[in-house]
């Protein structure tokens, strides 16, 4: 690699000796983009520095929980006074009472919630509960949809799997494996034919699949599912970890008014700190050890860190700062289509739902993973390496979303839109 030119470089070099890839999350690499990462030293509202001093505009936001942008000024505030209090206590606390009462208020499928610190954690845990429910074990999932980094999910899983190219990981048992069906997204048919096929525990699905790049679901496809899985006696289970308290307070359940039997979140439940919840029916929830018979336990779960920066997360996210988010993706998506239109030579379809949304390089937007690996990869990573060079900073994946937060400003798309149009232009 020659000799380091910049502080990023010499970081990466340590870095690459003792962390595998460099890494401790293998999309961080920005190898699919075919680059070095940059290693940042501090962010502030919508912008990050790297350790050479230069600044971006942000649409990475940690991959979705920075909902408020970084070091909000509030929940720095929270997060410091809980420090103070003491880090964690491995006993119960007020807060982790509240943030929970303020996600059963906010979400439909929601009566009781179980902390977790992480959102593999979260579904790990939810299909344990889904398989004890219904006495089965077999799990349906879409390709493309990804649940975290669960042995029995991992299969076409999108994220930073399609990002390196990997369908499924070694290391996984065939029969963990063998115990999950995947089918394509938004594809009536290979439904009805697996739901025929087969007695499933669970579906679990993303309501708005954002880990193939943003994917929605075609009118119609996520009630015949709903319908579907009942019918066949399994439990509907949302991941909503991206979309949980982003596309509404109410997550995608709210939005789409479809009501899951345990819902999934993560993300912005932790405003930036290590949370996650798994929650549903008192029901289905009071099968939880100690309430009831189903194992599951975390020594930092509701860690008081984290519940405060949830809490000064969700007591910010209003009718007003939904309209917000949903003003900025709008501007930022119709931005992106329309200096791509200008520029003329490179086909961009921008999929956007009011919190997210994803630049595919190519001419129609995708309905499913397929699809999306359609996209020229090869364009995406140029544009992103044109972006950086322009001080912005987008997911360095195809298969990622991009994510506006409410500390980005109509200035902030605007610079973004001018960037893309001459990277464009460059490419
Ligand atoms: C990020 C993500 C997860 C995994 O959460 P981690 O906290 O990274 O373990 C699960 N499901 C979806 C939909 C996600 O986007």
Redesign the pocket.
Known sequence: MGVPVSASAEWQARALAVLPGGVNSPVRAMRSIGRDPVFIASAEGSHIRDVDGNEYIDWVCS??PLILGHADPELVAAVSEAARRGTSYGAPTPGEVLLAEAIVAAMPGVEMVRMTS???EA?MSAIRLARAVTGRETLLKFAGC???HVDGLLADAGSGLATQGIPASPGVPAGVAAATITIPFNDPAALTQALARHRFAAVLV?PIP??MGLVPAAPGFLELLADGIRANGGLLVF?E??SGFRVARGGAQARLGITPDLT?M??VIGGGLPA?AYGGSREHMERIAPAGDVYQAGTLSGNPLAVAAGLATLARLDRAAYDRLAALTDRLAAGLREVAAQVGRHPLSVRAVPGLLTPFFRADAPEDYAQARESNLETYGAFCRELLARGVYPPPSQFEAWFPSLAHTDADVDATIAAAGAALAAI
Do not use: P
């Open positions: 991959w979705g992480s959102g593999t579904a990804y649940h975290g993303e954002a880990n991941d970890v991206i999934i993560g993300k996650a």
